[in-house]
């Protein structure tokens, strides 16, 4: 799985620190093969996806897509204001939200959900294994 950051130079965000949690999300589950589009956005940008795609008008933190492609396996779509928001409330750094909201959507791209409790267990397993104290904050 190869990742391309988009937006990321406009929002001030370095990737850079992203590597090695995408190294260990490798480490832990198979990962399709393909390009996976991180994609920063805005609150507006990302209310209007969560609106087209889950009928939801408010702006959420992360939506995931995946893809049936031999190129492109999916899109994450990360609001850099709602994690800015979240990483006050959390009293952690913009940075490990970010990269919090990347995992979590890449797991999603991959199949994991939350919607039961026995899933969001295993989801949730893999998020500690790949974030290790980053999840606990």
Same mark, same amino acid.
């Given at each position: 799985?190869?990742?391309?950051?988009?937006n990321?130079?406009?929002?001030?965000?370095?990737?850079?620190?992203?590597? #090695?949690?995408?190294?260990?999300?490798?480490?832990?589950?198979?990962?399709?093969?393909?390009?996976?589009?991180?994609?920063?956005?805005?609150d507006?940008?990302?209310?209007?996806?969560?609106?087209?795609?889950?009928?939801?008008?408010?702006?959420?933190?992360?939506l #995931?897509?995946?893809y049936? #492609?031999?190129?492109?396996?999916?899109?994450v779509?990360? +609001?850099?204001?709602?994690?800015?928001?979240?990483?006050?409330?959390?009293?952690? +750094?913009? #940075?490990?939200?970010?990269?919090?909201?990347?995992?979590?959507?890449?797991?999603?791209v991959h199949?994991? =959900?939350?919607?039961?409790?026995?899933?969001?267990?295993?989801?949730?397993?893999?998020?500690? +294994?790949?974030?290790?104290?980053?999840? =606990?904050?």
């Amino acid at each position: 799985m190869e990742v391309k950051y988009l937006n990321h130079k406009e929002f001030g965000i370095k990737v850079l620190p992203f590597s #090695s949690y995408i190294e260990k999300i490798s480490d832990s589950i198979d990962v399709h093969e393909g390009i996976l589009n991180v994609v920063f956005v805005n609150d507006q940008y990302i209310r209007a996806l969560n609106k087209a795609y889950r009928d939801k008008d408010e702006p959420t933190d992360v939506l #995931s897509f995946s893809y049936d #492609s031999d190129n492109l396996i999916g899109e994450v779509y990360v +609001s850099t204001e709602t994690a800015g928001r979240q990483a006050k409330e959390h009293k952690h +750094s913009l #940075s490990d939200e970010l990269v919090r909201l990347i995992v979590h959507g890449i797991l999603h791209v991959h199949g994991f =959900d939350h919607e039961r409790e026995e899933d969001y267990k295993d989801m949730f397993a893999v998020e500690k +294994s790949v974030l290790g104290e980053i999840v =606990d904050r």
